[in-house]
Structures are given as structure tokens and as C-alpha cells.
């Protein structure tokens, strides 16, 4: 049940047509979470859909968030 839900999930979510998210510096620590948005992000960066996050502080300063994530979050300035 666990990986059908995991699978609707990565098909909803790198099939829109933006993805919003709000606070990403709570993904800090969070692997799995990070190992999914990962390639999430991907999908979505290839797809050219828009992504938009916020967080409260610059990629640079969010400790706990993998730097191949980080990077992504700088693409768009």
C-alpha cells in the first residue's frame, strides 16, 4: 500500500503545472524528503514547469539540506 502511495505521489506532484512550497528550510535533516524532492525538482526543471519556494533564510544558510539541493534552489536567482 506504502509504494502505491509513494508512486501516486511522484507521478501527482512531477506532472503539474507549478509546484509552490513554502518554507522549504523544514526539509532541513529530513533525508528521505530531500532524496524525493530531488528528483522531483528534476523532473519538473526538465518538464520546464515552474517552481516556486520560499524559505526564511538564503540556500546557503540552511544547514541540514544536501548542497545538490541547494544548488537547485539558486537557479532561479
Same mark, same amino acid.
Given at each position: 500500500m506504502?509504494? $502505491?502511495?509513494?508512486?501516486?505521489f511522484?507521478?501527482?506532484y512531477?506532472?503539474?503545472? %507549478? /509546484? #509552490?512550497?513554502?518554507?522549504? *528550510?523544514?526539509?532541513? $535533516?529530513?533525508?528521505r524528503?530531500?532524496?524525493?524532492?530531488?528528483?522531483?525538482f528534476? %523532473? /519538473? #526543471?526538465e518538464g520546464?514547469? *515552474?517552481?516556486?519556494?520560499t524559505?526564511?533564510?538564503y540556500?546557503?544558510?540552511?544547514?541540514g539540506?544536501?548542497?545538490r /539541493?541547494k544548488?537547485?534552489?539558486?537557479?532561479g536567482?
Open positions: 506504502q509504494n $502505491n502511495a509513494i508512486e501516486e511522484k507521478r501527482y512531477r506532472s503539474v503545472d %507549478a /509546484l #509552490l512550497i513554502d518554507d522549504i *528550510q523544514f526539509f532541513a $535533516n529530513k533525508e524528503s530531500q532524496e524525493e524532492f530531488f528528483h522531483t528534476n %523532473a /519538473l #526543471l520546464n514547469q *515552474q517552481i516556486i519556494l524559505s526564511d533564510r540556500p546557503k544558510e540552511i544547514n539540506v544536501e548542497d /539541493l544548488s537547485r534552489f539558486r537557479l536567482g
